[in-house]
């Protein structure tokens, strides 16, 4: 299994996940099942000090948030590949991504095709020190933002596909969306007065502020886009929030 994980690493680090053979993740002489019953399940599920370490690695993400959506709260651990396809790495912590109930579902038990439609892996891919998501205001009634992955020029394409792919897989623009409608719904009267007494550059610069310390906490977080692309917007600050 320690070998298994060893090709799972610089499969990865090679970007070629896609290619491996599940052949060469079974333990020899153990079936699959009995592998994943025994050494997941009993092992490191519902054994007292296995679950120990399940529930350190499940509670590791930034503010236990979903590392896949960046929104979900934690309440699995996923099998980046999956465990019945792959046995050997059915305990490997690189393996096991925390993830919300919805991701978890929308990733399946599939394995990626070709390296454009790998998801980001959260500890594999460091991409969060980059900046690359970005949205814009599209309607003003009501609000609404469009969400996108706006890669920097350094990322090559096959990075790039792969973001976009997993921006699409876990439903990001929508989900995102719906909650930056939320935030204007809930600062609306807050906007409404810094705009009767100090005009839109006072809505600006509150807006801007609060991008600013969300994005220094989260460099890609959903909520410091929103106030971002909210700060950006002319119309928006100038009066567009109160329809
Ligand atoms: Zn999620």
Redesign the pocket.
């Known amino acids: 299994m320690e070998a298994a994980g060893e090709r799972f690493r610089q499969a990865a680090r090679q970007g070629r996940l896609h290619q491996l053979s599940s052949t060469e993740f079974t333990v020899p002489g153990i079936s699959a099942g009995n592998v994943v019953r025994w050494v997941y399940e009993y092992g490191m599920v519902t054994n007292q000090d296995g679950r120990a370490i399940y529930d350190r690695i499940k509670a590791a993400p930034l503010d236990e948030r979903?590392p896949?959506?960046?929104?979900?709260v934690v309440s699995t651990l996923d099998h980046f590949l999956p465990k019945r396809m792959f046995p050997a790495l059915c305990v490997d912590p690189l393996n096991l991504v925390p993830?919300?109930r919805?991701?978890n579902h929308a990733k399946g038990e599939g394995l990626p095709s070709a390296a454009e439609s790998t998801p980001l892996h959260p500890y594999l891919d460091r991409v969060d020190h980059d900046s690359w998501l970005e949205a814009r205001v599209v309607d003003s009634s009501p609000i609404w933002l469009d969400f996108f992955v706006s890669p920097p020029p350094a990322w090559e394409q096959v990075l790039v596909d792969r973001a976009r792919h997993h921006f699409a897989l876990?439903g990001l623009a929508p989900l995102f969306a719906v909650q930056a409608n939320r935030i204007v719904s809930n600062i609306r009267q807050q906007l409404t007065e810094m705009l009767d007494t100090g005009g839109e550059d006072m809505v600006r610069a509150y807006l801007s502020a609060e991008a600013d310390s969300r994005l220094a906490h989260q460099l890609n977080g959903w909520e410091g886009v929103t106030y971002r692309a909210l700060a950006r917007d002319r119309a928006f600050c100038s009066g567009a929030f109160i329809s």
């Open positions: 979903c896949l959506c960046g929104h979900g993830a919300c919805d991701c876990f």
